[in-house]
């Protein structure tokens, strides 16, 4: 239902974009957001968005170098990743939340109810 893509290699300093193909069923009415997991780390909370796309949240890590956005028609979800450290180094995940209010975003990554099978991420020094 969810299906991320867009990982890669990139040297510290470049970017790259994430995106995330969601079922209709996983998306009208549905918080989204980006996670992401390091080696040997939990889970961690980086960008969320929420229904009607005006509110967004980030991680004090990512903010003002990452943007996380949606379109509606495509059902996607995306995660622009700017400015690029060796630290962002992990594999990303998506991930669903149904809620009733379109301006939650959700950060607790056990609130949200589907995962995608994540995209890998390497930035090198």
């Known amino acids: 239902q969810l299906q991320a893509s867009g990982g890669g290699w990139v040297q510290a300093g470049g970017s790259l974009k994430l995106s995330c193909a969601a079922s209709?069923?996983?998306?009208?009415?549905?918080?989204m957001g980006w996670f992401r997991q390091a080696p040997g780390k939990g889970r961690e909370f980086v960008a969320g968005?929420?229904?009607?796309?005006?509110?967004?949240r980030y991680s004090d890590n990512v903010k003002d170098r990452f943007t996380i956005s949606r379109d509606d028609s495509a059902k996607m979800v995306f995660l622009q990743m700017n400015a690029l450290k060796p630290e962002d180094t992990a594999g990303y995940y998506c991930?669903?939340?149904?809620?009733?209010?379109?301006?939650?975003?959700?950060?607790?990554?056990?609130?949200?109810?589907?995962w995608g099978q994540g995209t890998l991420v390497t930035v090198s020094s």
């Open positions: 991930a669903a939340r149904h809620v009733d209010h379109p301006g939650l975003v959700v950060t607790s990554l056990y609130e949200y109810d589907y």
């Open positions: 209709a069923h996983t998306f009208s009415n549905y918080a």
């Open positions: 968005i929420s229904v009607s796309g005006g509110v967004t």
